[in-house]
């Protein structure tokens, strides 16, 4: 780890939303006086029916509880348009660009983001939504997607985004589990140069649904679909019919905006609730702030609306904000290495959000593809997803940001609602690969992992949880609050647990260390182990599989397998292909296996409990400290393990 200080540049400070003596004042306001500061800054959205209660806020195990804003009334998507029209109606809202650069950019204005978000919203309550009901988006990344957030805003039905990456059965899983009764997606979705078949993907889907689904369909490519009558609608006919008025509904604070599925250490994806006015404060108020974002600058995120970045970073908080946020269809390396810095050019995008799985590729490709573009523009640069490792950073520093724009590492999660831990642009020195102090409000501790106790020295290792509530903290588990109990208030009480471990060195920063559960982050992508495993055995042919994560240079995390057949089955490498072929088609090809190791045997307790902290060191190729195997009920299968190890270096 580099202990290497980055302090913000004076010039930049001056001109900064916050310096360093302001993060300080704040930073202190808002944990001495919570109640006062939220009051303040609960303003920054515009309130239907102002609230008067803060906060009210429970993390005792069994009563766990969160309400912010709770009297408060308020339409998330006239935050997000509606009150921006006078002041910036015909200010760009988004910029789209497509996936291939021979396709025009287009450019919405507030005004027309009002217009289709309506029509969107009307078509919605033409096919019967109404408040409270589930839609689920399967889409590409076009300005559709974010119309159909907002649109469901709107009438206050709640949405959940389906990653378009996904298989149709990890669809149906999310369409079954929210109930949903519309379905939001495209015919087919361009990326990289190919064609995703959403719709077919989204048919199959709906075989595997039992109650009454509706499908609305954005035309995106003109590809030749089949369409159900009496099931499927076009978007273009439906928004022929309607009105391009729709008046926005008047939700409470604490009504569900939307659900958004993601990875635990067991057990199936769980849906994330979050609510509307703390997830809208807060994703407003970091991207203003941890952007530095400015009055007529150009942001870029190029996450997927599909997570919980695209949620906060492209959608919500950026328009919130009255910003013009750029949204790309497209990916990295398509037509080549130079996409990303291109469109920056093009574009002129003053703020660059992305990945450090991302960086890590571009940067592999050489520097030549950056120095080609004029980036002059650029004024700051961010990262999210997984820690950044030093020499990432300094790349992304040095090259893309040529010493002259800050970095602002962000942690945070899909239950965070938004950043957590993160430099202030203008106030605080960074270190490459730490993401340094916490946001205003924010309270992270340490714990021992064993003891569970907090560990009050400055430099502390060991388990990241938040000691009080935030506004844009998850408030429940879709349909099981239980579980959400269990997942984040169980493991150490009266903390929300986070899941990863962390340093915090002498100056008080913290470094992510990793996660400390059975979550992997592939390519800033998060994938429980579990959920491997589960699609491994479902083929007719495995009878036991274990899943963990293991280094890899671009991905960060690659995935490792080990498999054990049925009896009789003939270990070959065309089974090898046929198992990664069938986990894309369970899950999606991001949970594509990186290698897959026949293993006659797992090692195992003699309760019968896989001990994946000797599959991990395997896989890790670090077989020197296994620990203590004592406890296995067949030590030798250890040996056979390591001999036919897959990662060697
Ligand atoms: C926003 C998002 C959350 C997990 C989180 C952590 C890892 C995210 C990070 C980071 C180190 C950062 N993570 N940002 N680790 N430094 N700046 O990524 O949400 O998909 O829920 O993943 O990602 O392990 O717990 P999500």
Redesign the pocket.
Known sequence: MSDTIHPPSAEFAENAHIDAARYRALYDASLRDPEAFWQEHGQRIDWIKPFTKVKDVNFDLGNVSIKWFEDGTLNVAANCIDRHLASRGDQTAIIWEPDSPDEEALHISYRELHARTCKMANALKELGVTRGDRVVLYMPMIPEAAYAMLACARIGAIHSVVFGGFSSDALAARVNGSEAKVVVTADEAPRGGRNTPLKTNADKALDGVSHDCKLLVVQRTGGDIPMQEGRDHWLHDLEAKVADDCPPEEMNAEDPLFILY?SGSTGAPKGVVHTSGGYLTWASMTHELVFDYHDGDIYWCTADVG???GHSYIVYGPLANGATTLMFEGVPTYPDASRFWQVCEKHKVNQFYTAPTAIRALMGKGREFVDRCDLSSLKLLG??????NPEAWNWYNDVVGQGRCPIV???????TGGHLMTPLPGATATKPGS?TTPFFGVEPVVLDAQSGEEITSTEAEGVLCIKSSWPGQMRSVWGDHERFEKTYFSDYKGYYF???GCRRDKDGYYW?T??VDDVI?VS?H?MGTAEVESALVAHPKVSEAAVVGYPHDVKGQGIYCYVTLMAGEEYTDDLRKELRDWVRKEIGPIASPDLIQWAPGLPKTRSGKIMRRILRKIAEDDFGSLGDTSTLAEPAVVDDLIENRMNRS
């Open positions: 993601t997570w919980v970045t990262t999210v997803g997984e820690p950044i590492d962000t942690w945070w999660q899909t239950e993401c986070t899941g990863d992510i990793g996660r982050n800033g998060r």
